[in-house]
């Protein structure tokens, strides 16, 4: 993700751009933690919804990988043919979205300490 | 030209964004922002905003299946992460369809779009027929056609409801349905003329219109339905 790139994206300043990268952690953090009680559940129902909910946000972020895992993961669980295929996207997902929150945090801290100067 | 939407989209990320991009935008004020349609149904006043922007997937209730249940479908502005729905934003006569996540320099030009559809349709039609003058009590008033929501045929004369207030008239019912545009107006019993707009409920042979009920005559009914795409 290039910051500059985003910004010119959104036609946006520091201010705005950290208010959506914050909400962008909460919400990805809060959905993870859906998907994870679903996939316990086996609420596969809510796995697709909630898929297709972070699928929005990380789109903006052009978060390549994350993308293509939700995507296949929104179709798997629409048509709930094999668990086990959805358990290890799921896992997937989890690693992945552990790295992106790592990055975004980073970022979001950047922004903000060249905000403070 | 001052324009009013709703945007109705269960991603608050998107909303978030889109609200950026409106509030640098003077021509569209935006009245309010939905993130579960069934709280839209309920509180938009759809007679009083001009467009919306609306997420075709949102759990429960679906953008088709919230077309469908409006009496009247104002236009609309189709968002979606998919592009299948590109198909469905042209059933609708969508003024645009944004493909999910939407660049400032691509919200920009839907802007412009909604501008000029605008400009095109509404304008036009408003200009040539805004204002219509009764004679009231003595005196020729104007009344502006929008304005207007029931005309009733009394036993001796016409009175006219527009923004809450009730003119007389001693023009036959007939005579002033010829001075509105047929598009938004339509006689529903020998009584009544109401515009289609203006009208938020429908039951059976009954429709209310800000608190008064009007009856719908059998002879009327299924042009009625017809013409609020009720299925």
């Not at chain 2, 042979?205 to 608190?211: F, R, S, W």
């Amino acid at each position: 993700m290039n910051i500059q790139e985003l910004k010119s994206y959104l036609n946006c300043d520091d201010a705005f751009l950290i208010s959506i990268m914050q909400k962008f952690i909460d919400e990805v953090i809060e959905i993870t933690a859906t998907i994870k009680t679903a996939t316990n559940n086996k609420d596969w129902g809510t796995v697709k919804t909630n898929a297709h909910k972070m699928l929005s946000s990380v789109r903006i972020f052009e978060m390549k990988e994350v993308i293509a895992v939700l995507e296949k993961l929104e179709i798997e669980a629409g048509e709930r043919k094999d668990e086990d295929i959805i358990k290890k996207d799921v896992e997937r997902l989890f690693v992945l979205i552990e790295k992106i929150i790592l990055d975004m945090k980073t970022s979001l801290e950047e922004v903000k300490v060249k905000v403070a100067k | 030209m001052q324009l009013k939407c709703a945007i109705i989209d269960d991603d608050s990320l998107f909303t978030q964004i889109i609200e950026h991009y409106l509030s640098s935008i003077d021509v569209i004020h935006l009245d309010g922002v939905y993130h579960d349609p069934a709280e839209a149904l309920s509180k938009i006043n759809f007679n009083e905003i001009d467009f919306l922007f609306l997420d075709m997937e949102m759990p429960v209730i679906n953008g088709i299946s919230f077309l469908n249940s409006l009496t009247v479908v104002p236009p609309i502005v189709v968002v979606s992460g998919k592009k299948s729905y590109g198909v469905d934003a042209f059933e609708y006569n969508a003024i645009d369809y944004l493909h999910k996540p939407i660049s400032n320099a691509r919200f920009l030009k839907s802007i412009n779009k909604i501008k000029t559809f605008f400009e095109k349709t509404k304008m036009p039609e408003t200009s040539v027929q805004q204002n219509i003058f009764i004679k009231h009590e003595g005196v020729h008033i104007r009344l502006i056609v929008n304005d207007i929501n029931i005309i009733r045929a009394n036993d001796n004369d016409v009175t006219l409801v527009a923004n809450g207030k009730s003119y007389k008239t001693h023009l036959r019912l007939k005579d002033i349905y010829e001075m509105l545009p047929q598009t938004e107006f339509m006689q529903v019993h020998r009584s009544f003329i109401v515009q289609l707009s203006k009208i938020d409920k429908v039951d059976g042979e009954v429709i209310e219109i800000n608190g008064r009920t009007i009856p719908v005559s059998r002879t009327y009914l299924s042009e009625l339905y017809e013409r609020l795409r009720i299925k």
